[in-house]
């Protein structure tokens, strides 16, 4: 049996949900699982797709990132499926390649597409430090600012006025927790 699976990220992209389920059924799909639901999210509807395939059946999607967030989680769920005797079709793989993981040749492919794609990841963070690097010796990156002990005069400054934690932090926008960081720890107990 061929099983579809398709996701959309959000409600307002249910003609792409629609256009998926259409695809999946003209290419075959007797059954088809959908969700709207982020990718890197609880997926129940694609939990219950994996579910219900046995032995003998396909779980076809028409692109890669419906069923995966990155290629290292479709060669997870790949090789889940080939442990359990359930191929993999893919529609689109783009320019209208269709892989079907039931053919060795396909599965080498996507092996061989998954290797590249975690090369390309190891490169870009190489050269995304080698940039932090140049710009840290440059001067121009300083990290992010920070936020609350910018205010850490002004906070001793409106409690030493009387006012309370919970005052402080409501006036600064920010958590009373921040607030007491920022006061001796005698003078924070005696104010709680």
């Not at 993999?88 to 390649?97: A, D, H, P, Q």
Request: hydrophobic fraction near 40%.
């Amino acid at each position: 049996m061929i099983v579809g699976y398709a996701r959309t990220s959000t409600a307002e992209q249910r003609a792409g949900l629609e256009g998926q389920e259409r695809d999946l059924r003209a290419a075959g799909a007797e059954r088809v699982f959908s969700e709207q639901v982020s990718s890197v999210g609880t997926r129940p509807g694609l939990a219950e797709c994996l579910a219900f395939l046995r032995a003998g059946d396909a779980l076809m999607v028409t692109k890669p990132d419906r069923l995966a967030r990155d290629t290292a989680h479709l060669l997870t769920v790949e090789s889940d499926l080939t442990k359990r005797g359930v191929g993999l079709i893919v529609l689109s793989m783009g320019k209208g390649e269709r892989l079907d993981t039931r053919n060795p040749t396909a599965k080498l492919m996507l092996t061989i597409l998954g290797g590249v794609a975690a090369w390309e990841r190891e490169i870009m963070k190489e050269r995304q430090l080698e940039g932090i690097r140049k710009a840290k010796e440059a001067g121009a990156y300083k990290g992010r600012k920070p936020t609350v002990a910018v205010q850490a005069e002004t906070i001793r400054a409106m409690h030493a006025a009387g006012k309370k934690p919970a005052d402080i932090a409501r006036t600064l926008k920010i958590a009373r927790s921040s607030v007491y960081r920022f006061l001796p720890a005698a003078e924070a107990r005696d104010a709680v």
